[in-house]
């Protein structure tokens, strides 16, 4: 597992374009402001001094100016729990994709450790499987939504975390919006629900469960009306399209976070004017299992 730097070929922007290897996808997340798309290349891995990648990959990497590995990943999770957690938060640090003081706080107490399975390499910049034909999303995805969601994360505010797994992100708006606002989790599998509410309680967040921190198990793709409005709402799964009832339960003033599409998937930020108008961008090239049914999910 290695992790690369990219230098941009446009000098005005004198940017650095970061990028992690998982596994056997190599995701090229660009960093920078005059992106259009990240990219997506297989195949590609780091095998002893040499670099191997599909035909494609190699004409994409020509185009590039400058690539070098900067340090291998293992090298960063080498001691107990909470001082790799530390150093997992300190790696995205350094590479430009946690920026805010905020965002590093919060994901240096909640112990991403404590939200996978046992036998899994917590710490390693990728998604990792939680069963259920589910996943829990690689760290620079968890601290890219943070950062997206920050400012609609302030004590006293309210958060949804639709498809809310093993409950990592949900215990990480928690502690964001504290005892004064609300965090809630939907995930329509009851296994990984309950899951998420052991994990919860071992975790930084377990005073706030059930007095400001709730997990319901539910379809994602309606929401939590309850407890609507919500000042964000992130959604970890892909839609097809933005759900209506989102929409609804998304409060004006409020952001949402939310992957569209199927085969290609994009990365989009919606916030809901005051007027109750939408302003939709993209942030990026990503890809997400299906935000689907429980049985389709099963089915895979």
Not at 25 to 37: H, T
């Amino acid at each position: 597992m290695t992790i690369f730097t990219i230098y941009s070929q446009n000098q005005r922007e004198k940017r650095v374009m970061h990028c992690v290897a998982l596994g056997s996808r190599f995701r090229i997340p660009l960093w920078n402001p005059v992106r259009k798309k990240a990219f997506t290349v297989a195949k590609l891995f780091y095998s002893s001094s040499s670099y191997h990648c599909a035909p494609s990959s190699v004409k994409l990497l020509s185009l590039l100016s400058d690539v070098r590995p900067l340090t291998t990943m293992e090298n960063f999770w080498t001691s107990g729990s909470v001082d790799k957690n530390k150093r997992m938060v300190e790696s995205l640090q350094r590479y430009g994709i946690i920026k805010s003081k905020k965002v590093s706080e919060v994901m240096e107490k909640i112990d991403r450790g404590l939200f996978v399975q046992s036998d899994t390499p917590a710490y390693v910049d990728s998604p990792m499987q939680i069963g259920y034909n589910a996943t829990i999303s690689a760290p620079h995805m968890h601290a890219t939504c943070l950062e997206l969601l920050k400012e609609h994360l302030q004590p006293g505010m309210r958060a949804l975390d639709v498809g809310s797994g093993t409950g990592y992100l949900t215990a990480c708006f928690a502690i964001m919006v504290g005892s004064q606002g609300c965090a809630v989790g939907v995930e329509h599998i009851p296994e990984l629900a309950s899951f998420s509410i052991e994990n919860i309680k071992k975790s930084s967040a377990s005073s706030l469960f059930e007095g400001s921190l709730w997990v319901h198990v539910t379809d994602g793709r309606l929401g939590w009306a309850e407890l609507a409005p919500y000042d964000a709402i992130h959604v970890g799964a892909a839609a097809p399209e933005i759900p209506n009832a989102l929409i609804e339960q998304l409060k004006p003033g409020g952001r949402m976070v939310i992957p569209v599409g199927t085969i290609l998937q994009d990365l989009k930020v919606i916030d809901k004017k005051l007027d109750g108008s939408l302003s939709i961008r993209t942030e990026t090239s990503v890809r997400y299992v299906p935000l689907t049914s429980k049985d389709a999910q099963l089915r895979g």
